[in-house]
Every structure is written in structure tokens, then in C-alpha cells.
């Protein structure tokens, strides 16, 4: 959907060749969501552009849980360091946990049917973050357990510091 792929790119919009009957959803976006709006609004169905319309709300959806993914990520990398590399611990770890976990609470609050999915989300996430904390710490990526050690709790918990 063009909302995710505009965001995600930093506001680039992707290239797209020549259509031979572009619709205002193709060349201009944001007045094609408030006529969306207000075509809802007014109870006009019928007008709706229902294909696209429906698209741009999957892909809302999806971004909450991809946005969810990310800080699991970032907590997950920063709490082993955190960890494995006691020395080394600072404020910019702190507050990157932190602000991981408000981010996720926050997602929660207005998504809350993506709880159930955290253990998951957690577990396809441990791999990559095991190996981003082994290229920041220099140590070997055997250094981490193959399992996370974390439990969701402890992820999102604020006052969870391990050892």
C-alpha cells in the first residue's frame, strides 16, 4: 500500500510507470484519503474507492505489528549486550530498552489483539538481534544461548534489568 511504502521509504514515493487512467489515489494521495474521509462520512458507499481503500487499511494494520517487530528487535539486541557485556553498559542502551518498551505499550494499548503474537514476534526476532549484538560487541555470536533467554514479560517489563 503506498501509506507503508511512502513511510517506510522516508517519504520517497516509489517509482511507478506511466497509467493510463491514474486515479487521484495514484497522483495525489493525501487528497485522495480526505475524500475517502469525507465520502465516508457523508454515507456515500457507493463512491468509495473500495479496492484501494481496503488496502490502505491492511497495510496500517500491518505496520503497527512490523513497528512492533522493530522495537523487539532493538530491545532484544540492547538487553544482551546489556548482558553479555556488563562493562560496557550505558545510557544509550537504557534508553533504548526504554524506549522500546513505551513504544510497545503504546502499540498495545491500540492494537491490543497483537499480544498474543509477541512470543512469536519475539522468537523470529532473537536471531537477528543475537547477530546485530555480536557485530556492536565484537563477540562471538556461540556467546549467545540459542534460545532467548528473555521471557515477553521481561521484554516489556520497565523494571527488568538482567544481571
Known sequence: ARWLTWRCTSLIPPHRPAMPNPTTYDTDFYLWTQ?????????????????????????????????????????????????????????SWRLSISNGRREIARLLRDSPSL????SELATEEYRGACQQAADETGLPLSTFPDQCPFTIGQLLDVEYWPD
Not at 45 to 62: C, P
Not at 71 to 83: C, E, M
Not at 115 to 118: A, E, M, S
Open 35 to 91: 475524500r475517502q474521509a469525507a465520502l465516508l462520512r457523508q454515507g456515500q458507499l457507493q463512491a468509495v474507492d473500495v479496492a484501494n481503500l481496503a488496502e490502505e487499511i491492511e497495510s496500517m494494520g500491518k505496520s503497527d505489528r512490523r513497528a512492533i517487530e522493530s522495537f523487539l528487535f532493538v530491545i532484544l539486541t540492547h538487553l544482551l549486550k546489556w548482558r553479555f557485556q556488563p562493562t560496557r553498559r550505558g545510557k
Open 115 to 118: 499480544k498474543p503474537q509477541l
